[in-house]
Nanobody, 126 residues
């Protein structure tokens, strides 16, 4: 059974930083693209970033490019999201996700991912 467990969320002031982690189990982690999505109240789930199975390629939404960095440690079965220069509009529940397909592309649609974590709340407010 695949499990994705996010951690690291919290309350941070505008301009601050947070680092999210997503620990994976039940799948051969090193073979899968991993993605981060977020969902704010009353809004649809939106793509944040994705990283290829070997960490060699990344893809970011325009809204976070230059501020957020995705990385992974295949030895630890963990993907990370370093978030800097946070803005109030970054407030959302953040989810990590994995597709069904091994060695897949850097997909940016929620429907292309089949395994999801429970999410971690990030609140950016003064």
């Amino acid at each position: 059974q695949v499990q994705l467990v996010e951690s690291g969320g919290g309350l941070v002031q505008p301009g601050g930083s947070l680092r999210l982690s997503c620990a994976a189990s039940g799948l051969t982690f090193r073979m899968y693209t991993m993605g981060w999505f977020r969902q704010a109240p009353g809004k649809e789930r939106e793509f944040v970033t994705a990283i290829s199975w070997n960490g060699g390629s990344t893809y970011y939404a325009d809204s976070v490019r230059g501020r957020f960095t995705i990385s992974r440690d295949n030895a630890k079965n963990t993907v990370y999201l370093q978030m800097n220069t946070l803005k109030p509009e970054d407030t959302a529940v953040y989810y990590c996700a994995a597709p069904d397909v091994q060695f897949g592309s850097l997909w940016n649609q929620p429907g292309q991912y089949r395994r999801w974590g429970q999410g971690t709340q990030v609140t950016v407010s003064s």
